[in-house]
């Protein structure tokens, strides 16, 4: 993590009188899912492919539902999205973005078994393939490399559990290169 922090003060020193975007962009994201993001600005930065790497079910849904049984735990998940970008305002300052993508999942569930009578939560990994789509906002503050975004989504199941839903989204910052 220090070493992170590091990266990202010398980023700052050494982008700081950069414009807003360029071609690449590294943040992180606080929510679902939590963790680090890489982007990519396509044409003329109106489209972006992303890809997050991160928490899965840390801030909604740590206990949940799930098949026969239910998530008690936070998971790890890796998503890609194609997003669509526009300018709100004049001023460039302000963009909002939505697009669709795949995420895999990896998280533990646990299903209520009866064994000799007592019935006994049994722990099950489980690898999971949805769609997920998102929209969100972001900031440009002037002369800085910096981006600030908030976003919503929601993450639809379609392997193994047909249609389980997860709400993600979070707050986070970008550093655009």
């Not at 962009?25 to 606080?30: K, S």
């Not at 044409?43 to 899965?56: A, I, K, M, Q």
């Not at 993508?101 to 009866?114: A, D, E, F, L, V």
């Amino acid at each position: 993590m220090k070493k992170l922090q590091i990266l990202l003060v010398f980023s700052l020193i050494s982008f700081s009188g950069l414009a807003q975007t360029k071609d690449w962009a590294v943040g992180f994201r606080i929510g679902e899912p939590g963790g680090l993001m890489l982007r990519r600005y396509l044409n003329n930065d109106r489209n972006v492919l992303e890809f997050n790497v991160g928490t899965y079910g840390a801030l909604w849904g740590n206990i949940s539902k799930y098949r026969d049984g239910q998530y008690k735990n936070i998971g790890f998940a890796f998503n890609g999205q194609y997003l669509w970008r526009n300018e709100m305002g004049k001023s460039g300052k302000l963009m909002n973005y939505y697009g669709f993508g795949g995420q895999i999942t990896s998280r533990t569930y646990y299903s209520p078994k009866n064994i000799n009578g007592q019935i006994i939560d049994i722990d099950q990994s489980n690898i999971a393939l949805g769609g997920v789509g998102t929209a969100g906002l972001e900031y440009f503050p002037d002369g800085a490399p910096l981006s600030i975004f908030m976003e919503v989504g929601l993450y639809a199941e379609l392997i193994p559990a047909v249609l389980y839903l997860h709400p993600q989204g979070g707050v986070g910052v970008r550093l655009n290169f």
